[in-house]
């Protein structure tokens, strides 16, 4: 969508082929028993300009926070509550307050520096390692440090941290550091109706031409060029110039032998990968008191869980149930042999030791396990396999978050950056009137933060002896 509008706004006529029957892909919203629901929540950090600008320009207003929660189990209401590092004082609250001791929260904060603080000529070598093998060489980090740290990314990006680049965890946190406030925002309602409806009625506005139950079997190849595709239904659709806006593993299905001769380099998709981040929404006939309006984490458990009540926070039908409780499965792996019921009663039992509710509190359970529609995960060594916007073949261009971009993470920012480079470049190669490029999110310069991990050595090292003695300790103490 967001490719054919920028295409079609600079006067290219526009024809959008799309399989389903919806547009949004795996971001939007599927109908169940009358009513849609989530692939999962959905959140919109500060560090989005493309995405904010666009919601926007639709007229949606989102919901800002400046804050989550850790819950333990057995502890609700009690939370531990992290504010984002938009100030001294939020840094501050978070070294008092953490879920960690603060000798450990200030090891956090000072690998977090130390890891942004890298400079980019070493991108070969952060691409190459994990964000856990990162961290486990710095002198300073202690288990308790690296296991929170684990705990936190595999709940943001559904990718555990031994798996995740190095080089994408630094991005990551350098855009969170410099785009603190607001620390994330929600939208008012679900994705399809708020988001997703309202751009496609843009895209329509711009003339772009939508053909829904279009599946695209093949690219078909002739004088070194795409001159056409061809449907499951046997129609030839042509045109002058073609981009594959679907995710990777639908794109590497056409990379046959006359499109890889072409371009061998598409072939690297098949190096990619991608898993599950489930989603279970579980409504409540009684509203749970003690939940807070942010987002929740639950600290420890086995599926990666966290959720946010939207009842609050969404324009609601009469009769809806008071409570509506959106979770993702960061960790949906162990489940994905079971069947939806046996992995919707693993879920909820884990739900159940972290939330007072009963059976009979239950107004309705919806797992979406999302294993067909899996996201693509930055794993080590990711980078030099994702496909360029534009590609060797002269009229094929590539977009979606798999798609090499600045922001360099599977999410919705990364998917409309790769988009308008890829619609971007298409203009340039047909001499058309310039798109400008992505807007790209801001970091603070590297001196400065150099400057800020020289300054915390001397706290780093006072922490790591507190750190040290106090394991010893623990270790010391007997037991009964």
Known sequence: M???????????????LERSSRLGGKAG????DGRLVEHGYHVFPRWYPNVRRLVSEIGTELIDFDRYHYLSRGQFPRVVTVRGPSDLGAIWHNVRHGILPWYHTVLFF?????MISRPLSEKRLLDRVSQIGLMRQAWYVTD????????????ASAIPAYDMSAMTAKKIGGFWLKEASPFLSVLPGDLQTTFIAPLEAKVREAGVRVRFGAEVARLDVDGGRVRSVTLTDGEVVTADAFVLAVPFEVARRFVDGPVFALDPSLGNMHQLEAQPM??????????????????VFFHGGDYGLSFIDVAPLWERAPGDPPTELSFIASNYAPLKS??????????????????????EDVHDVVLNSNVEVPLFINTIGAWPNRPEARTKIPNLYVAGDHAKNEVDLACMEGAVSASLAAARALLEDASLPELPGPEAPRTWPRPLLVAGRVAMAPMLAVCTVVARIAGALRTERPTT
């Open 110 to 114: 000072g690998f977090t520096l130390d």
């Open 2 to 16: 967001v490719a054919a509008r920028a295409l079609a706004q600079r006067g290219v006529e526009v024809e959008l």
């Open 338 to 359: 079971l069947s939806t019921e046996d992995a919707t009663k693993a879920l909820l039992d884990e739900v159940r030791a972290y939330l007072p509710f009963a059976d």
């Open 29 to 32: 919203s599927d109908e169940r």
């Open 144 to 155: 308790e440090v690296a296991e929170l740290n684990q705990e936190n990314l595999l709940k």
């Open 278 to 295: 489930a989603s279970l929404h579980v409504r409540l006939k009684k509203k749970l008191e003690g939940v807070p309006r942010e987002h």
